[in-house]
């Protein structure tokens, strides 16, 4: 049971850092979704605005570790011009060429949408913590940027499990 | 500090954050379909061989997200500012980054 240098932070790239910004998606969505004064006890929405504001921050920072790591370490090695790279065998087959062409060519850019809205849904919490129950209008503001936030991470990450799968860097 | 001090924050803040935002993703969006157009942008965006020119394209993207963020927070911290049409031009810069990055999109410029 050994994992390659590349492979190791492949993985780390994908499935711990990307993985665990998508997971907490939802339990951030519900928490966002749900947070209005009709709703929950003033001491309630106290309590949820602490884990609001760490997970937030958790997702923003996850984020940002999966597009350095991806962008700074696998992606050279993804990219490399040898011909057994995977971007060399994915071009070297007309069949496999979209894999490249579509595929990485629009996970890459956009992926990095993911932190800079994650970090500004996160900080839009912090700064106005439990007033966002009564801020309707503003919460509604932060769900949608968080919600592009996952969008962009999903199309991101979709794509990289994709292609690990089809061209896997090793 | 309780829920009911920070009732009394304006949406300045959030505004300049949102908007801040937008216009990062925006800058990386469009500096993908320009690089497609110029060749001698999509070489001095390469500022690292191994990356290529994705590194410029999401660098200049952040940093200009990190400079122009701080600058509309202090100009709007505490001030009442029109959130919904900040928020409406924020979500249609959002709606071109995504679009400019969009494969088929950049490609149609490709030289």
């Known amino acids: 049971m050994t994992m390659t240098e590349r492979e190791f932070w492949t993985v780390l790239h994908g499935m711990v850092f990307g993985t665990v910004f998508l997971l907490a998606f939802t339990g951030g969505f519900a928490c966002l979704w749900s947070l209005k004064r009709v709703l929950i006890t003033e001491p309630g929405i106290k309590e949820r605005i602490k884990r609001l504001i760490i997970g937030m921050w958790t997702m923003a920072i996850m984020a940002w570790l999966t597009v350095i790591s991806g962008t700074y370490i696998v992606y050279p090695w993804y990219r490399a011009g040898d011909p057994g790279s995977p971007r060399s065998l994915l071009l070297a087959n007309p069949d496999t060429q979209a894999w490249h062409t579509f595929g990485m060519e629009w996970k890459e850019h956009v992926g990095w949408f993911a932190p800079i809205l994650a970090t500004a849904a996160a900080f839009i919490v912090t700064y106005y913590g439990a007033s966002l129950a009564e801020k309707n209008r503003l919460r509604k503001a932060v769900l949608v940027l968080f919600t592009i936030a996952f969008a962009s991470s999903a199309v991101a990450g979709l794509f990289g499990a994709l292609l690990n799968k089809v061209a896997p860097i090793q | ?111």
Do not use: C, Q
């Open chain 2, 1 to 111: 500090m309780n829920a009911r001090t920070d009732f009394t924050k304006t949406d300045g803040v959030a505004a300049a954050a949102v908007l801040a935002s937008a216009i990062g993703v925006f800058i990386t969006g469009s500096l993908t379909t320009l690089a497609e157009i110029s060749d001698s942008l999509k070489t001095a965006l390469e500022w690292s061989g191994a990356v290529g020119p994705l590194i410029g394209k999401t660098g200049v993207g952040v940093i200009a997200w990190l400079i122009i963020w701080p600058i509309f927070h202090a100009l709007w911290r505490g001030k009442v500012v029109n959130f919904s049409a900040i928020y409406i031009v924020s979500v249609i810069l959002i709606a071109l980054g995504w679009f400019l990055t969009f494969p088929p999109v950049f490609e149609a410029f490709s030289g």
